[in-house]
Structures are given as C-alpha cells and as structure tokens.
C-alpha cells in the first residue's frame, strides 16, 4: 500500500512538480493550497505518513499549521520555502520540522528527502533492542515512543532519534560534526546550531531528565547519568 504524503504550498505549478515526482516514485499524494485547506484535510486523513508544508501562505501560514500539527501527532514535516536565511531555518527546527528544504530546489532531491525521512521515521536506526530503559526513560525503537517515569513524551522524528543516538552513545563525549553525519543521513549544509535548537526542545520535553545531556562547550554534547 502507497505511503500518503500531503503537499502544501499556495503555487499551484510547484504542487503539480512535486505531486508528479512523488507519484513517480510510488506515493499518494493529497494536495492543499493554504494552512487551514492543510489541517483539514490533516484532521480528516489519519493514516497520513508525512507532510510537505510551505511556509509563506494565506490564512494561516507553515509555522501557525506545524505548531497546532505538532499539538497533535509527530507526523514528519518537511518544510519549504523561498527564504533562505538561517535564523527561519532554525524556527522552522525549533517548531518541530523535521527537515527544511529551500526553494528553489531539485523535485529529485526533495523526493530523495522524503525517502530518508520516512525510513527514519519507519525505524531505519533500530537495533536488536526494542525497548531501551535507562534512568527512568523507555524508549520503545519499533514503536518510536519515549516515556520518562511511565508518562508518554511526543517527539518529533528528529528528536526521538537524536535521544536514541544519545542514549546509545551514552559517556561518550560527541561533537556535532559527528552528530550530524550520525542522525543526519545525508550531507548536511546548515548551521551546527541546528542541533543545539533540537536539543534545547528534546531537553525541555524530557523534564528534569534533560539534565542528563550535558554540553561540552566549544565541541558537542554527551549523555551522562550519574549514579
């Protein structure tokens, strides 16, 4: 069965780009021209499997729809626009994308996103160990779900992986070119502090569990309990 991807961007000729391309490689595609046409048709489509969302649009714009998407499931997001600044890179992390790509861009590249996403998102760093447990957190690989002293966190895809690399690399100190080449499956081009963004949101979700990834300033980041 087809994975179902919602597109959504006010310029009709780039939705039919990226539409023909995805079907090309064997997705279904459902298309919305503005942020509310987004969440409802995000409300009424449950078995959604990932959303392509543009930033600059009517009604409501990328970042309105992500965050009120993001209340409600860790859907992959992978936002698109024509800006290319750095600092609306880093808003659209620090809402809860999990990718950002800028326009203009190859439909080919993009589809080779949305592939690397969804393995992620389907468990591409799972182990033998289906559920990892470790100073009060659970972390279930097959289920991608975390609960932290038997209460469930929502995470994007983004931030259950980087938690499990965390968790999996724990003591050891990890600078964030290492990082990136290791939750990021694919050359990255952004800005280092794109991790910094993401581990300041893990940190506040995960409470005073957050405590347990420590900075290690002028390198990267190690995931330390102490006993």
């Given at each position: 069965?087809?994975?179902?991807?919602?597109?959504?961007?006010?310029?009709?000729?780039?939705?039919?780009?990226?539409?023909?391309?995805?079907?090309r490689?064997?997705?279904?595609?459902?298309?919305a021209?503005?942020?509310?046409?987004?969440?409802n048709?995000?409300y009424?489509?449950?078995?959604?499997?990932?959303?392509?969302?543009?930033?600059?649009?009517?009604?409501?714009?990328?970042y309105?729809?992500?965050?009120?998407i993001?209340?409600?499931?860790?859907?992959?997001v992978?936002?698109?626009?024509?800006?290319?600044?750095?600092?609306?890179?880093?808003?659209?992390?620090?809402?809860?994308a999990?990718?950002y790509i800028?326009?203009?861009?190859?439909?080919?590249v993009?589809?080779a996103?949305?592939?690397a996403v969804?393995?992620?998102?389907?468990?591409?760093?799972?182990?033998?160990?289906?559920?990892?447990?470790?100073?009060?957190?659970?972390?279930?690989?097959?289920?991608h779900?975390v609960?932290?002293?038997?209460?469930?966190?929502?995470?994007?895809?983004?931030e259950?992986?980087?938690?499990?690399?965390?968790i999996?690399?724990?003591?050891?100190?990890?600078s964030?070119?290492?990082?990136?080449?290791?939750?990021?499956?694919?050359?990255?081009?952004?800005?280092?502090r794109?991790?910094?963004?993401h581990?300041?949101?893990l940190?506040s979700?995960?409470?005073?569990?957050g405590s347990?990834?420590?900075?290690?300033?002028?390198?990267?980041?190690?995931?330390?309990?102490e006993?």
């Open positions: 069965m087809s994975q179902k991807i919602l597109v959504v961007d006010d310029e009709m000729r780039l939705r039919k780009l990226v539409h023909d391309f995805l079907v490689a064997d997705y279904e595609v459902i298309e021209a503005d942020g509310q046409e987004a969440l048709i995000f009424a489509n449950s078995d959604l499997s990932l959303i392509i969302l543009d930033v600059m649009m009517p009604k409501k714009n990328g309105e729809v992500l965050t009120e993001r209340q409600e499931s860790n859907i992959p992978i936002m698109l626009t024509a800006k290319g600044e750095e600092d609306d890179e880093l808003k659209g992390f620090s809402s809860g999990d990718e800028s326009k203009p861009f190859s439909p080919k993009l589809v996103r949305v592939q969804l393995k992620r998102a389907g468990g591409s760093l799972a182990s033998e160990d289906s559920v990892i447990s470790i100073g009060g957190i659970d972390l279930s690989v097959d289920a779900e609960h932290i002293d038997g209460k469930r966190i929502e995470l994007s895809v983004k259950f992986e980087l938690l499990e690399y965390f999996k690399n724990r003591g050891l100190a990890l964030r070119e290492k990082i990136l080449s290791s939750v990021w499956d694919y050359d990255y081009f952004g800005d280092a794109t991790i910094d963004t581990v300041k949101k940190r979700k995960m409470g005073d569990k347990y990834i420590k900075t290690i300033w002028g390198m990267g980041y190690k995931f330390e309990i006993e």
